[in-house]
């Protein structure tokens, strides 16, 4: 058909920087404060680079729309790749349901109003059926939504990364650094302010490189523009999370940023540089207006990336066979709806506790770190499957190959299996007080409810003949 000739180089590169800025992980990084500086440094050397370039082979080697799954499943089997399916999937839903509260939470700010439970479930309920319904297009079709999406992104960031500079040279930083100790984080597990609770959201931004490798079917050259836009987009992506959450801190210092309440933060950094009024408030509705449309576009462009996996696991009977079904454009159509499905019964869960039990205020929170802990279990075993594949598939053509001998690849496989790990562990018990964890029991139960269920999955699965 002929929208699969129509995604061009520029237009990957776009969707690469699209599927991987995420506005609204930004902020949780920068309360971190000046120690954010060292992991963002040592994630992007020990974790982006290696991970984007184990990303870049693993597509071109293996091109395929299955991605993670087919990878994993070559080297482990069909077990492990059904693991890798579910939790790459029931992520997804529980980031739609994420995006739905922090867009309910966006409006009432910018209209300064509280929104009736009722309402706020419309609107919830509307954002997620309008991306259900662009998950059942072609990327080749959807790609004018994305590639806006990475405009509005890069404008959004951009411009607070501009102004947090211009803060600076009138009125000095907010949270000044005046000595190297200042960068380095205390890393002592009981210690909040170490950072380490954030590595899972520092990888969680960089997370996203090989659904471009979903795209394949879309591409007039993947082989060629698949690395090329790996490397541009994951450069384009760095400069725009490290300079915004630099100027959080510059303007708001990191105790004063909620990552939760983005207008806020609009607030807070267009004021601090001097607009009020009339001017302040159309500024902030304009930026507000552009976060949501990012929304959108986050869900647009991971879309058929995750719908293909499901799809594809479905075929081979690592997933329930509801998740087969196709459209007439050959998109995982079925797996879009279960994603609105899933995704709605979230939403109106969190309503109906929230209206129930008052001191429940934070759906975002809960299914945003349930979103990326299920996301990166789903990742773990790529880099495993990486070194496996080296050393079982050597004779495998690999037009784009990671540099290095036997110690680089290994080195390359292992430090980033190992962040995340770390960076799971962490989000789930940022220090290992009582009262924090008896705060965290319901991301606990949530954990281990997925846990189950990817085992009653798996247990469907009939034993491989070696």
Not at 79 to 92: D, P
Not at 270 to 294: E, K, R, S
Not at 315 to 327: E, I, L, Q, T
Not at 435 to 459: C, K, N, R, T
């Amino acid at each position: 058909m002929s929208s699969k000739k129509k995604f061009k180089l520029v237009d990957a590169i776009l969707a690469t920087t699209c599927i991987t800025l995420v506005v609204e992980s930004v902020m949780p990084t920068a309360a971190i404060g000046n120690t954010q500086y060292f992991w963002w440094l040592l994630l992007i050397v020990a974790f982006c680079v290696p991970y984007g370039m184990i990303a870049a082979e693993l597509s071109t080697a293996y091109p395929s729309e299955a991605g993670l799954y087919d990878w994993v499943k070559r080297a482990f089997g069909k077990k492990w790749a059904g693991r890798v399916a579910w939790n790459y999937w029931i992520n997804f839903p529980l980031w739609i349901a994420s995006l739905a509260t922090a867009i309910t939470t966006v409006l009432a700010s910018l209209m300064n109003v509280e929104l009736a439970w009722w309402v706020v479930l419309l609107i919830q309920l509307a954002y997620i059926w309008l991306t259900t319904f662009l998950g059942t297009k072609r990327v080749g079709e959807s790609k004018t939504i994305v590639n806006l999406g990475t405009i509005f992104k890069v404008l959004v960031l951009g411009t607070i990364g501009i102004l947090g500079f211009v803060f600076l040279a009138k009125n000095g930083s907010q949270n000044p650094i005046e000595s190297f100790k200042d960068l380095i984080p205390n890393l002592s597990i009981s210690n909040l302010d170490s950072g380490l609770p954030f590595i899972s959201i520092i990888i969680f931004n960089f997370l996203g490189f090989e659904v471009v490798g979903s795209f394949v079917g879309d591409m007039e050259n993947p082989k060629k523009d698949i690395p090329k836009a790996l490397i541009i987009g994951g450069l384009i992506m760095a400069i725009f999370y490290v300079l915004p959450a630099t100027a959080f801190n510059i303007v708001l210092g990191g105790s004063d940023i909620d990552p939760e309440n983005m207008v806020q933060v609009f607030n807070g950094i267009f004021g601090a540089v001097g607009l009020t009024g009339t001017a302040l408030n159309v500024v902030v509705w304009v930026f507000g207006i552009m976060l949501i449309y990012t929304f959108i576009a986050n869900i647009s462009s991971w879309s058929f990336g995750v719908d293909e996996v499901a799809k594809y696991a479905a075929d081979d009977g690592s997933m329930p066979k509801v998740f087969k079904k196709a459209n007439a454009e050959g998109v995982a159509s079925n797996a879009s709806i279960m994603n609105g499905i899933v995704a709605s019964l979230i939403s109106i869960g969190g309503v109906v506790v929230a209206e129930l039990v008052p001191s429940f205020t934070d759906a975002f929170d809960l299914f945003f770190h349930l979103s990326w802990i299920t996301l990166l279990l789903g990742y773990t075993p790529m880099f495993l499957a990486f070194l496996k594949l080296r050393r079982t598939d050597g004779a495998a053509e690999r037009p784009y190959k990671v540099p290095g001998g036997k110690v680089m690849t290994f080195l390359f496989g292992v430090v980033p299996f190992v962040l995340l790990v770390a960076g799971i562990i962490f989000t789930i018990f940022g220090d290992f007080t009582k009262e924090y964890i008896v705060d965290s029991l319901p991301l606990i139960y949530g954990v281990v409810a997925s846990l189950i269920i990817q085992e009653i999955l798996v247990a469907r699965i009939p034993k491989e003949n070696k």
